[in-house]
C-alpha cells in the first residue's frame, strides 16, 4: 500500500498491508509526499514493529543536479535500514548498490520492464524484485513468472492510469512546465478540451453547441486499426475528456494473478486519502484472505462493490486482457465519485466512548459505519446528534472546518456487545458515512458498474451493450440537465423511514412490529452484515 505521510503508514498497517512504499518529497517520484527523514524513520520502526515491510523509493529519473544529493541519500537510507529501495534509473540504481549493498535494490514501474529479457536482466544487474509496467497483459505476466523463477515480481492491481506508457508523458511538461517524470504532474490527461473548427480561410473558431443546434452532431473517434468502433467525444459547456482514463482494479481478476505466484500486488496512491488507503487494504486482504481459505469458490463482486465506497473515475482491468477498449475510458467526465466518503478518524477510546476527529459534514440521522480492521465486519450507528469533546456542547450537526472531536458514546450502540470495541477498533480506525450524489454522478456509477461488468466478462453481450448504451444516454441527459439536487442511497433519518440495514439507534427498525421478523433474521447474521438489495421488503411481508 501507499502511504503520503506517516499517519496514512499506520493506517496501512492496521487495514492489512504487508508492506507500505513511501518517499520523500525531494528524491522520490511524488513531490507533496509529507515525509520528512525523521518521520521515515518512525514510520519504519512501526511498521516493523508490527512485523511489515517498508520500501522507499528513489525512482526519479536523475538529472545532474540531483547526484550531488545522492551520498546524503544513502548515508540516511544505510542508518534507517528500510526493506527495499525503489529505483528507475539505471545510474541511481549502479551508485546505490556500490553505496548500499546490504540493502535490496527493486525495479520501479517507470523503468517500464515489460518482457522477461528485461527482468532477466535487472536479475544479473542484483536486483531483488522487479515491479512491471501496467502495460504488461495477464499472458505476458504468466510467461515471465514461468521464465524468471528467481526473483520477485510485483503487478499494479488497482489506482490511478496514466493515458501515456507508465508515467512517461510530455503534456504537463509541454502545458504547465511541470514534469511528470519528475513527481510533479499536472494531470494535463485530466482536463477538458474544447473543439474547435479551423475555417477555409484559416481563422479559428468555437463551435458553440446550444439547445438549437446539440441534436445535430456527435463527435467520434475512429482509430485506423478498429474500423467501425466508434469512440464517441462528447463536449458540453464545460468540454470534453477524451484522455481521461478510469481507474486500475484488477479485484475481478486477482485469482489468476493468486494463482501464478505474483509476489506482491501493488496500490498506486501516495497522494491519496487516509480513507482511500484503509479502504482499499481492507478489502483486497480480505479478498486475498478469501481466495487463500477457498479458491474455487473464490468470487470478486462483493469486493467491488467496496470498491465503489471508495472515490474513483470508474474501474478497468486495463491491459490485463491485452488490449484496451472503449470501456477503459471515462469520456463524459473527469470527477472522482464514491457511494461513501470519509465522516472521521478514531483519535482516542476508552471504556465508555469513541472519540472521533470529524473529517466531512454529518447531520443528525446520518447513518456512521465504523470500520473493523482486519475484518469485513463493521458497526453501523445511526447518529442523532453530537457531542463536542472538549466543550461538551450538544449540536444537530457537525462541520469539519476545524477538524473538531466528538464524543461517541458506547451507551449509543444498544444493539451491540461494546465490552469488545477497544480491541475491535482501535486508534486510527476508520468512520465512513454515505455521500449524497447528484442525479449525473448516480448515472455515472451506474454506467461505470456496467462497463466494469463487461470488461471482467471479456465481451458484451448484444442485451449488454443496449444496457450500456441506454445508460449513456441516461447520464448525457442528466449532464446536459445540471441538477445539483443531492440524495444518498438510504433515507437520511430514522424518521423518514427504514434503509433495513438494522443500525443501532434506528427507531423505526428497532422498534416498529412490521419489522419483527426481519429484526429476527438479522439476529443471525454477522455483525455488520447486511441485507440483500431488495430483501427488506420480502421479509417484512
Same mark, same amino acid.
Given at each position: 500500500?501507499?502511504?503520503?505521510?506517516?499517519?496514512?503508514?499506520?493506517?496501512?498497517?492496521?487495514?492489512?498491508?504487508?508492506?507500505?512504499?513511501?518517499?520523500?518529497?525531494?528524491?522520490?517520484?511524488?513531490?507533496?509526499?509529507?515525509?520528512?527523514?525523521?518521520?521515515?524513520?518512525?514510520?519504519?520502526?512501526?511498521?516493523?514493529?508490527?512485523?511489515?515491510?517498508?520500501?522507499?523509493?528513489?525512482?526519479?529519473?536523475?538529472?545532474?543536479?540531483?547526484?550531488?544529493?545522492?551520498?546524503?541519500?544513502?548515508?540516511?537510507?544505510?542508518?534507517?535500514?528500510?526493506?527495499?529501495?525503489?529505483?528507475?534509473?539505471?545510474?541511481?540504481?549502479?551508485?546505490?548498490?556500490?553505496?548500499?549493498?546490504?540493502?535490496?535494490?527493486?525495479?520501479?514501474?517507470?523503468?517500464?520492464?515489460?518482457?522477461?529479457?528485461?527482468?532477466?536482466?535487472?536479475?544479473?544487474?542484483?536486483?531483488? %524484485?522487479?515491479? #512491471?509496467? /501496467?502495460?504488461?497483459?495477464?499472458?505476458?505476466?504468466? !510467461?515471465? =513468472?514461468? $521464465?524468471?523463477?528467481?526473483?520477485?515480481?510485483?503487478?499494479?492491481?488497482?489506482?490511478?492510469?496514466?493515458?501515456?506508457?507508465?508515467?512517461?508523458?510530455?503534456?504537463?511538461?509541454?502545458?504547465?512546465?511541470?514534469?511528470?517524470?519528475?513527481?510533479?504532474?499536472?494531470?494535463?490527461?485530466?482536463?477538458?478540451?474544447?473543439?474547435?473548427?479551423?475555417?477555409?480561410?484559416?481563422?479559428?473558431?468555437?463551435?458553440?453547441?446550444?439547445?438549437?443546434?446539440?441534436?445535430?452532431?456527435?463527435?467520434?473517434?475512429?482509430?485506423?486499426?478498429?474500423?467501425?468502433?466508434?469512440?464517441?467525444?462528447?463536449?458540453?459547456?464545460?468540454?470534453?475528456?477524451?484522455?481521461?482514463?478510469?481507474?486500475?482494479?484488477?479485484?475481478?481478476? %486477482?485469482?489468476? #494473478?493468486? /494463482?501464478?505466484?505474483?509476489?506482491?500486488?501493488?496500490? !498506486?496512491? =501516495?497522494? $491519496?486519502?487516509?480513507?482511500?488507503?484503509?479502504?482499499?487494504?481492507?478489502?483486497?486482504?480480505?479478498?486475498?484472505?478469501?481466495?487463500?481459505?477457498?479458491?474455487?469458490?473464490?468470487?470478486?463482486?462483493?469486493?467491488?462493490?467496496?470498491?465503489?465506497?471508495?472515490?474513483?473515475?470508474?474501474?478497468?482491468?486495463?491491459?490485463?486482457?491485452?488490449?484496451?477498449?472503449?470501456?477503459?475510458?471515462?469520456?463524459?467526465?473527469?470527477?472522482?465519485?464514491?457511494?461513501?466518503?470519509?465522516?472521521?478518524?478514531?483519535?482516542?477510546?476508552?471504556?465508555?466512548?469513541?472519540?472521533?476527529?470529524?473529517?466531512?459534514?454529518?447531520?443528525?440521522?446520518?447513518?456512521?459505519?465504523?470500520?473493523?480492521?482486519?475484518?469485513?465486519?463493521?458497526?453501523?450507528?445511526?447518529?442523532?446528534?453530537?457531542?463536542?469533546?472538549?466543550?461538551? !456542547?450538544?449540536?444537530?450537526?457537525?462541520?469539519?472546518?476545524?477538524?473538531?472531536?466528538?464524543?461517541?458514546?458506547?451507551?449509543?450502540?444498544?444493539?451491540?456487545?461494546?465490552?469488545?470495541?477497544?480491541?475491535?477498533?482501535?486508534?486510527?480506525?476508520?468512520?465512513?458515512?454515505?455521500?449524497?450524489?447528484?442525479?449525473?454522478?448516480?448515472?455515472?456509477?451506474?454506467?461505470?458498474?456496467?462497463?466494469?461488468?463487461?470488461?471482467?466478462?471479456?465481451?458484451?453481450?448484444?442485451?449488454?451493450?443496449?444496457?450500456?448504451?441506454?445508460?449513456?444516454?441516461?447520464?448525457?441527459?442528466?449532464?446536459?440537465?445540471?441538477?445539483?439536487?443531492?440524495?444518498?442511497?438510504?433515507?437520511?433519518?430514522?424518521?423518514?423511514?427504514?434503509?433495513?440495514?438494522?443500525?443501532?439507534?434506528?427507531?423505526?427498525?428497532?422498534?416498529?412490529?412490521?419489522?419483527?421478523?426481519?429484526?429476527?433474521?438479522?439476529?443471525?447474521?454477522?455483525?455488520?452484515?447486511?441485507?440483500?438489495?431488495?430483501?427488506?421488503?420480502?421479509?417484512?411481508?
Amino acid at each position: 500500500m501507499p502511504a503520503g505521510n506517516l499517519q496514512k503508514l499506520k493506517i496501512a498497517v492496521l487495514y492489512g498491508a504487508d508492506a507500505i512504499y513511501l518517499g520523500t518529497p525531494d528524491m522520490s517520484l511524488r513531490t507533496k509526499a509529507e515525509f520528512t527523514l525523521e518521520q521515515v524513520v518512525e514510520g519504519i520502526e512501526f511498521a516493523h514493529k508490527h512485523g511489515k515491510r517498508v520500501y522507499l523509493t528513489l525512482n526519479l529519473f536523475s538529472h545532474n543536479k540531483d547526484i550531488p544529493k545522492l551520498d546524503e541519500y544513502a548515508e540516511t537510507i544505510r542508518d534507517i535500514k528500510p526493506d527495499g529501495l525503489l529505483i528507475a534509473d539505471p545510474g541511481v540504481f549502479q551508485y546505490m548498490k556500490k553505496k548500499l549493498p546490504e540493502v535490496p535494490l527493486h525495479i520501479s514501474t517507470q523503468a517500464n520492464v515489460c518482457s522477461w529479457l528485461s527482468v532477466d536482466f535487472w536479475k544479473d544487474q542484483g536486483a531483488a %524484485l522487479v515491479v #512491471l509496467a /501496467r502495460e504488461v497483459s495477464f499472458p505476458e505476466l504468466a !510467461e515471465i =513468472r514461468e $521464465k524468471c523463477p528467481d526473483i520477485r515480481l510485483e503487478a499494479f492491481v488497482h489506482g490511478a492510469m496514466c493515458m501515456t506508457y507508465s508515467g512517461r508523458c510530455l503534456l504537463s511538461n509541454f502545458m504547465a512546465e511541470r514534469g511528470a517524470n519528475q513527481g510533479n504532474c499536472a494531470n494535463s490527461c485530466r482536463w477538458n478540451y474544447k473543439v474547435r473548427m479551423r475555417m477555409k480561410d484559416g481563422t479559428i473558431n468555437e463551435l458553440e453547441l446550444n439547445e438549437d443546434n446539440v441534436g445535430m452532431f456527435e463527435f467520434l473517434l475512429e482509430e485506423g486499426c478498429r474500423p467501425g468502433e466508434l469512440m464517441p467525444i462528447l463536449e458540453d459547456g464545460r468540454g470534453s475528456y477524451i484522455l481521461n482514463s478510469k481507474d486500475l482494479c484488477l479485484m475481478p481478476k %486477482l485469482d489468476e #494473478l493468486m /494463482r501464478i505466484g505474483v509476489d506482491t500486488l501493488k496500490v !498506486e496512491g =501516495r497522494g $491519496k486519502s487516509m480513507y482511500y488507503v484503509a479502504v482499499v487494504a481492507r478489502a483486497y486482504r480480505m479478498a486475498i484472505d478469501d481466495y487463500y481459505r477457498d479458491p474455487d469458490n473464490w468470487n470478486p463482486q462483493k469486493y467491488m462493490d467496496e470498491m465503489y465506497s471508495v472515490a474513483n473515475r470508474g474501474y478497468t482491468t486495463a491491459f490485463h486482457d491485452g488490449r484496451l477498449n472503449n470501456y477503459a475510458h471515462n469520456y463524459e467526465d473527469t470527477h472522482s465519485i464514491g457511494e461513501w466518503e470519509f465522516a472521521g478518524l478514531l483519535e482516542n477510546v476508552t471504556d465508555d466512548a469513541f472519540y472521533m476527529k470529524v473529517k466531512n459534514k454529518i447531520v443528525a440521522g446520518e447513518v456512521l459505519e465504523f470500520l473493523q480492521p482486519m475484518s469485513g465486519e463493521s458497526v453501523l450507528l445511526r447518529i442523532y446528534e453530537f457531542e463536542n469533546a472538549k466543550s461538551g !456542547e450538544i449540536t444537530q450537526e457537525v462541520h469539519a472546518g476545524k477538524q473538531p472531536v466528538i464524543r461517541i458514546p458506547f451507551s449509543l450502540f444498544d444493539k451491540e456487545e461494546v465490552a469488545g470495541f477497544k480491541d475491535r477498533f482501535p486508534i486510527n480506525t476508520i468512520v465512513r458515512k454515505e455521500r449524497p450524489l447528484t442525479p449525473e454522478q448516480w448515472n455515472r456509477l451506474k454506467l461505470d458498474r456496467l462497463g466494469e461488468r463487461i470488461e471482467a466478462r471479456g465481451e458484451a453481450t448484444p442485451a449488454q451493450e443496449n444496457k450500456y448504451e441506454s445508460q449513456r444516454d441516461k447520464l448525457i441527459d442528466a449532464i446536459a440537465e445540471g441538477s445539483q439536487d443531492r440524495r444518498a442511497k438510504s433515507p437520511r433519518l430514522g424518521l423518514d423511514g427504514c434503509c433495513g440495514r438494522g443500525c443501532n439507534g434506528c427507531m423505526i427498525f428497532w422498534e416498529d412490529p412490521k419489522f419483527e421478523k426481519a429484526r429476527e433474521i438479522l439476529k443471525s447474521k454477522k455483525q455488520g452484515e447486511m441485507f440483500a438489495k431488495n430483501a427488506l421488503k420480502h421479509e417484512v411481508s
